[in-house]
């Protein structure tokens, strides 16, 4: 039994965020009409704006994120893409879209502090998931242990595996080379 134990709760690969090597620009992304079309293969309503995006390339990684956005919500986006780099790079990354965004809208309000979050729109509420997703800050999501307990959570939470355990992963990077964060 404690094998099939550990199995399931295999640390995960890469636990920090990769801060270095990526490229950050304020954009008004809401400007880009067919961006939607451009990224994803879901159909997305005319409603739906955009955030932030990730673009993971050969040439260089960008994080676009939307110009018009407060500053604590502008350093949440970037983690939030960043969290999408991570996801990709460690092999994570779910192939259901809905699903993948919710895991990393998590791990993302796991990783951000709780100054930013009460500084959001919803901040109680942000901060008081943050203090859930982290156990009351005693597991760090930058370390393996902690980011697996926060996985965990966000299992509970969701109902389902969120590091794609026993899901089947999206293909390597992302489609079209880019993922955006809806809102």
Do not use: C
């Not at 270095?20 to 939607?36: A, Q």
């Not at 409603?47 to 919500?73: C, K, Q, R, Y």
């Not at 242990?145 to 390597?172: D, F, H, K, Y």
């Amino acid at each position: 039994m404690q094998g099939k134990t550990r199995r399931m709760l295999r640390a995960p690969a890469l636990a920090r965020l990769p801060r270095h090597g990526y490229v950050i620009k304020e954009k008004y992304l809401r400007r880009f009409r067919n961006l939607g079309r451009q990224i994803t293969d879901t159909r997305l309503r005319p409603e739906t704006t955009f955030e932030g995006l990730l673009h993971m390339g050969e040439d260089s990684n960008e994080i676009w994120v939307e110009a018009g956005l407060s500053e604590p919500e502008k350093r949440f986006t970037v983690v939030h893409e960043l969290v999408h780099a991570r996801r990709q790079r460690a092999g994570e990354d779910l192939a259901d879209d809905t699903l993948e965004e919710a895991v990393v809208e998590l791990e993302a309000v796991a990783r951000v502090g709780t100054r930013t979050l009460r500084r959001m729109p919803s901040g109680m509420i942000l901060s008081l998931l943050h203090d859930y997703l982290t156990g009351r800050g005693r597991d760090d999501p930058n370390t393996r242990r902690g980011l697996r307990a926060v996985q965990r959570r966000i299992e509970g939470l969701l109902g389902t595996p969120a590091a794609g355990r026993g899901m089947t992963a999206a293909a390597p990077a992302t489609r079209r080379g880019a993922k955006a964060s809806r809102r």
